[in-house]
């Protein structure tokens, strides 16, 4: 029984050390760990702090290879400019090379001229008298250039009189409208018209005018257009249709219209025009056009 008992004793000694033993070796364990961690902390730390001095190096390299860039950048503009510079040197350099050979190749000239003159120099004197028959030939030319000068003045004013006549000619080509006359009338059913220059009772206007003889005139059809401006500058009455006028190219409305066979004698033209709406009072201009060609005016005045 007691034995029983010690080995029990025994088995509970072993067993708590064995227990010790293995608190121990774990504790131990524990303490190698930490120091691991801390050692590996350390040196995470110190790798930490030497990536960021390379970091800070870096960084430093970099600025200062951009500032050795921009510096490198300056240079090689300032490079160009020269390179520019010497070229542009280069050139005038060039050009006054060739500028030297051009007077070079002058002299030369001048030289050989220098020697034919040399050889001339001789021949002076029997040029002399030949110099002299020159002069007197010159002042009898002077006298024929003063004379074919008057003559030329001449012809100037001939060529003058000649364009005078031509445009006389061509206005000539052109027909007139002469004797343009202008009434105005107040229409009553029952009474005659009565003759009115108050703007606002004028109902209707009539016109008339005649066309001159001209026998350089090409007979044939005209268009006779009556173009009646009033003081606003509107046509008044207009046509739908428009014409041109021949000296402007333009078009322009008008008031009335009428086509005359023109046989090269006079030709009378009688117009009436009624107006729908009052007039204003004021200064109205006619204007008659031949063909395009203006070939008359009269202004009248509405009170």
């Not at 002076?124 to 003559?151: I, M, N, P, R, W």
Request: aromatic share 6%.
């Amino acid at each position: 029984m007691e034995n029983f008992r010690e080995k029990r004793l025994e088995r509970q000694l072993k067993s708590q050390q064995n227990i010790s033993i293995v608190m121990a070796v774990v504790l131990l364990l524990a303490i190698l760990g930490i120091v691991y961690l801390l050692v590996r902390n350390s040196r995470l730390n110190n790798d930490k702090e030497e990536l960021q001095r390379e970091i800070s190096m870096l960084a430093t390299e970099v600025n200062f290879l951009e500032e050795s860039n921009s510096e490198l950048q300056a240079e090689i503009l300032k490079l160009n400019e020269e390179n520019d510079m010497l070229r542009g040197s280069a050139a005038n350099l060039e050009l006054e090379i060739q500028s030297r050979e051009a007077q070079i190749a002058r002299l030369n000239r001048e030289l050989l001229k220098l020697e034919d003159i040399r050889a001339e120099v001789a021949e002076y004197e029997s040029l002399e008298e030949e110099y002299e028959k020159l002069q007197e030939e010159k002042l009898e030319l002077t006298g024929e250039l003063d004379a074919v000068k008057k003559h030329l003045s001449e012809l100037k004013e001939i060529e003058e009189q000649y364009e005078a006549l031509v445009r006389r000619v061509e206005e000539a080509t052109y027909l007139r409208a002469y004797n343009i006359c202008v009434h105005h009338f107040r229409d009553r059913w029952i009474c005659r018209p009565v003759v009115m220059d108050v703007a606002r009772r004028v109902d209707r206007t009539t016109l008339s005018f005649e066309i001159n003889e001209n026998l350089l005139v090409e007979p044939g059809e005209k268009n006779v257009h009556l173009v009646i401006t009033g003081p606003d500058g509107n046509v008044i009455s207009p046509s739908a249709e428009t014409f041109t006028i021949e000296e402007t190219g333009e078009t322009s409305d008008f008031t009335e219209h009428t086509v005359i066979q023109y046989d090269n004698q006079p030709v009378a033209l009688d117009f009436s025009i009624e107006h729908d709406t009052n007039l204003e009072s004021g200064t109205y201009q006619v204007q008659i056009f031949l063909d395009g060609a203006e070939s008359g005016t009269e202004e009248f005045v509405l009170e």
